[in-house]
Every structure is written in structure tokens, then in C-alpha cells.
């Protein structure tokens, strides 16, 4: 079954715009991931972030957790071509554990 | 440092046969994890070998198995093929141990059933 649901389901914006995606998760977690998949192949992880944590950077990404709500957004700012990809946010099944749980995932297309 | 290597990384078999795929982690990891991909059903977790053993499992029928080596390389091997086997298969490592990490990812095995 699946943890995590992204919101939108797929997402076009122009190059350049910041894009904007959501992850809503059902129990209580530690951690929460995203990850990026370029047309079917392998996933690539993105940040990891903590559940004492609320806001997290890296280089053009930002994502922020409310564990009051259980969700989680992240943000791409200053879109490129290549950031065209699946994005999915995916947390542990249990505390301390390497068995991950996927989001059904968003597609986000930048148009040139 | 090397990534995660998957082989082969398309296949097509036939229904009833049986298929092996083999999965290289990053040196230093010791934990393997693999995942199903099809279109209907997104990713799902498969299992997770630690340290040889296997240490979480999805709700996948026997006829998927798995084992990792002593040098960590994992494979994993689905018996009596059905047309619904037919997915993109993903091979993770991580360092394991206490908690959970950030995984990386292989490039996945392509397998085709007909």
C-alpha cells in the first residue's frame, strides 16, 4: 500500500518558475525522502529529512516538514529542462528501518 | 566511488520460466534492498538483505527470493514467471546498521514476461 500520495499528480511550468510538490504520509515517522526518477530508470535521492527537523536546503531545493499534518512539500526553484522528472516522497516503514515506502509521485515537466 | 550496478539490465523471458537478477551495492554498504516498478502499482518494496540476511519483507508471494552474499552483492530470483512480473526492478544499498539512511539507487533491470 502506499505510504506517501503526492499532490499534483503531474505538473508543467516554464523554465525558470519555481515548482511545488506535496507528500502526504499516514503514520508516524523519523525520516521522510525524496527522490527524483528520470523516464523509468533508477531513482536518485534528493534530502532527507528528520522529524525534529522543519525546513531543509539543498543547493536549488527546499523541503519542509509538518509532522502535525503528516505532509511534506518540496520546492525547485528556478527551474531547468533537466529538472524534468518523477519526483516521489518515500519514509521508512518503521523507526529504524531501511524498508521504504513510496508515494504514487509527481511528474513534473519544464518546458523550455 | 562506484554506484550501484544492476545486471542485466533488460531481459525477456517467458512465462513459467524463471528469472535471476544481480545487484552490485556501493563498496561499504552492507544493506540491499530491492523494489518492484510497474505503472499500476508504483514502487513497491520487495526485501532487504543485511549483513546475508534478510531483514524486511513485502507482501510478494514465494516465488520471489532473494540472498546477498558475504561481499554484500545481492540477487534476487522470481520462479514460475506470470505476465504481471513484468516490471522495472530496482536494486538500493545503504550503509544499514542502526536506522534508516538515504538509499541509492541502481539503474534497474528491465524484465519483459511474455
Known amino acids: 500500500s502506499q505510504q506517501g500520495e503526492e499532490d499534483p499528480q503531474a505538473l508543467s511550468i516554464q523554465e525558470g518558475e519555481n515548482a511545488t510538490m506535496n507528500c502526504s504520509y499516514k503514520t508516524s515517522i523519523n525520516n521522510l525522502q525524496w527522490y527524483r526518477q528520470n523516464s523509468g530508470r533508477g531513482l536518485v535521492h534528493l534530502i532527507l529529512?528528520?522529524?525534529?527537523?522543519r525546513e531543509k536546503h539543498s543547493g536549488r531545493l527546499r523541503v519542509t516538514l509538518d509532522t502535525s499534518k503528516k505532509s511534506s512539500s518540496l520546492l525547485i526553484t528556478a527551474s531547468r529542462a533537466a529538472d524534468t522528472a518523477s519526483y516521489f516522497c518515500?519514509?521508512?516503514?518503521?523507526?529504524?528501518?531501511?524498508?521504504?515506502?513510496f508515494g504514487t509521485g509527481t511528474r513534473l515537466t519544464i518546458i523550455p | 566511488k562506484a554506484g550501484v550496478t544492476q545486471t542485466p539490465r533488460y531481459l525477456i523471458k517467458t512465462r513459467g520460466q524463471q528469472v535471476t537478477l544481480s545487484c552490485s551495492p556501493i563498496s561499504g554498504h552492507r544493506s540491499v534492498s530491492w523494489y518492484q516498478q510497474t505503472p499500476g502499482q508504483g514502487l513497491q518494496f520487495l526485501f532487504e538483505y543485511f549483513s546475508e540476511t534478510q531483514r524486511n519483507k513485502g507482501n510478494f508471494p514465494g516465488r520471489f527470493s532473494g540472498r546477498q552474499f558475504s561481499n554484500s552483492r545481492s540477487e534476487m530470483n522470481v520462479s514460475t514467471l506470470e505476465l504481471g512480473d513484468s516490471a522495472l526492478y530496482l536494486c538500493?544499498?545503504?550503509?544499514?546498521?542502526?536506522?534508516?539512511?538515504?538509499?541509492?539507487f541502481g539503474p534497474g533491470t528491465r524484465l519483459t514476461v511474455t
Open positions: 518515500a519514509t521508512p516503514t518503521n523507526f529504524g528501518n531501511e524498508k521504504l515506502t
Open positions: 538500493a544499498s545503504s550503509l544499514g546498521g542502526q536506522g534508516s539512511h538515504e538509499q541509492y
Open positions: 529529512i528528520r522529524s525534529n527537523e
